[in-house]
């Protein structure tokens, strides 16, 4: 028989606070705040006193309470692509609001349009960014004038954070974004499942060979496709540049040139100009493509698009928001709670 009178209560671990400190060190709480936030004005031996109770308590100073005690205040800058990609206009929108919400109303960000697809102009904004700002976001190129702008800027303590678009072999500090090479191979998947056995030729859509996401994407998609269905063989590589209207123009030359695809898997933006040079061939291959805007919400509706692979830009932008902010103050931050997942979507779970 089960006794209910004395309910277990877990006993949770002690976390020493600074009133514990302040106590121990049999000082004011003033004081004890004085000393672990390293300000004048303690004689020595009370500075002695407190970070003896510090280690024998084994207090740990959060720097980031530190700094919000101090209301410092700090000014960031987000580097993203120029163009017409609503992915990124929506991500420009959720970082404003991520600044004034997740940053505790204390980091001033700017968000600037730069060329991302064209390295040596990345590069210079970076540096110019550097200038005026004591921390990056930043959409990135993986290339090498990139990485050692990067690599610059961070030498001079500024952290830059990528966004979306990884610079894997640079000093950013963190990146954030989708693990693009599985959504590559759930593109796979989805292709391979939707276009049946008798399917034989894929085109894949990029925004840029030189974007780590996209160029992650093509790798799980071709990796994939390989193992799972190897019959389905990738005919063309495409560059759209995330535009509609350069994504139809390169669209229309390889149709003309080699003719209608079983499937295409569009790693990037421009959907909608994918679309119309489909529709003038009069073609209707299996579609998938990435993230759920007002250009391809209808394009789903309609069916002219079979699924989309989707990441919350919301999500990401206050993740960035809150790693550079972990950065700015000496704060730590949860991967779990950072860590961007994808979703899939249909016409039949489509958001209300």
Known sequence: MVDHSHPFVPTLPFVPTLRDVARHAEVSLATADRVVNRRPGVRAST???VE??????GFERHAGAAALARRESFRAVALLPRGTNPFIARLADELHLAARLQGLRRLDLSILRT???????LAEAIRSAAGQAQGIIAIGLDDPLVTAAIDAVAETGIPVVSLVSD???????HYVGIDNRAAGRVAASLV????????TRAFVLLGSHALRDHLDRLDGFRDALGRRFPALEIAAIVEGHDDAARTETAMREVLSGIGMPDAVYSAGAGASGLVAALRERGGSPVVVAHELTDETHPLLVSGAIDALIVQDPGHEARSAVRVLMAALTGGAISEDQERIRIEILLPDNLPK
């Open 192 to 199: 391979g499942r939707f276009a049946g056995r008798g399917a």
């Open 115 to 121: 060329d991302s697809f064209e390295p040596t102009r």
């Open 52 to 57: 003896e109770a510090v280690r024998v308590l």
């Open 47 to 49: 500075i002695e006193r």
């Open 167 to 173: 610079v894997p072999a640079s000093r950013r500090r």
